[in-house]
């Protein structure tokens, strides 16, 4: 286009036929910055995963009375391919387990209710560019509460063998459930000693969440900042709204970025982006050019700029309206 770095708040002014100060004025308030360098491309890489749990079912012979199961389950993903099947049984936890995974990677579950409400804790090993990263948390009765560790290199963490011992603790967990008849949440977890140890070795946590809404806030912030990726803000349009220019600015960060890791469901709405319209917006961060996070933030401004000007419009038109009767 013929514009630099440098004059590019003067190309604009002179293009508007405005004052240059004027022109810095409305990009400051509005939050529209110049281009930006392109960040280093960041790969994200799923090392392994565990979760361990306690079933309860309904007990096949007495209606009233409940089964409880233990499982613990590890998978080390050591190949650039992995698949998961079921040999001639379909509800062998195959979507559950994906499930779980994501859950780690977005911080925030989309775990069928009741798996949920059966998990004690959950341990997802990630490498992001060299840097290995561990988020366990426990679960109780469906919520979570752990923690973000870094690993260095010399800290050991052979998940397999964690999750032979941990069997049986879900052992003991499934007979102490069964004496009393229902779930018990209170004992402690294996995934507990574990931080313990790991911190003592020589990880260094970076992040601890209590709850839901913590965890989504405090995973989103460490995917962006490890990843290099910025929260971004989007005019959307109100539901139900009659007119094209009623919308809201809405800020969107790691739930929005992170949709593009899996291919999802059927049932989901879109495979890039948590809605078909926000697929571009997600390709223009993922593709970048140095005039990406410009472009997307001066449209979203003016959307909302417009919505205004055309909510003064209707005013005056029922003002006006008013004034002939």
């Not at 012979?61 to 080390?76: C, I, K, L, Q, Y």
């Not at 003991?172 to 004992?187: L, N, R």
């Not at 990880?203 to 995917?223: I, P």
């Amino acid at each position: 286009m013929g514009v630099t770095v440098v004059d590019w708040v003067g190309t604009v002014a002179e293009r508007a036929d405005a004052d240059r100060d004027f022109v810095t004025d409305v990009f400051r308030r509005y939050g529209i910055v110049g281009p930006k360098p392109v960040p280093t491309r960041r790969l994200l890489r799923v090392e392994a995963i565990h979760f361990a749990g306690v079933k309860n079912l309904a007990d096949d012979e007495d209606t009233e009375a409940r089964r409880f199961v233990p499982f613990s389950f590890h998978r080390a993903f050591i190949t650039p391919v992995t698949a998961f099947v079921s040999d001639g049984k379909n509800d062998a936890g195959k979507s559950s387990t994906l499930d779980i995974l994501k859950w780690g990677l977005r911080g925030s579950s989309k775990v069928a209710g009741d798996v949920q409400k059966w998990l004690r804790q959950v341990c997802v090993v990630l490498n992001i560019s060299g840097e290995r990263i561990l988020i366990a948390w426990r679960v109780d009765d469906g919520a979570p509460s752990g923690w973000i560790l870094v690993l260095p290199d010399a800290v050991g963490l052979r998940l397999e063998d964690f999750n032979v011992a941990t069997a049986d603790v879900m052992a003991e967990h499934s007979q102490k459930a069964a004496a009393v008849g229902e779930p018990i949440f209170t004992f402690d977890v294996p995934v507990e000693a574990l931080v313990e140890r790991l911190l003592g070795e020589g990880a260094f946590m970076v992040g601890g969440f209590d709850g839901d809404a913590e965890m989504a806030a405090v995973v989103g912030e460490f995917m962006l900042q490890r990843l290099g990726l910025d929260t971004f803000t989007q005019w959307t349009r109100i539901a139900g709204a009659t007119d094209a220019d009623d919308g809201n600015l809405v800020g969107h960060g790691w739930p929005l970025w992170s949709q593009a890791l899996a291919i999802t469901k059927p049932s989901e709405a879109s495979a890039i982006g948590e809605t078909p319209f926000q697929a571009q917006n997600v390709l223009n961060t993922f593709l970048a050019t140095e005039w990406s996070a410009t472009r997307l933030a001066a449209r979203a401004q003016k959307k909302a700029v417009d919505g205004q000007l055309a909510g003064i419009a209707r005013r005056r038109a029922r003002d006006s309206k008013s004034r002939e009767g």
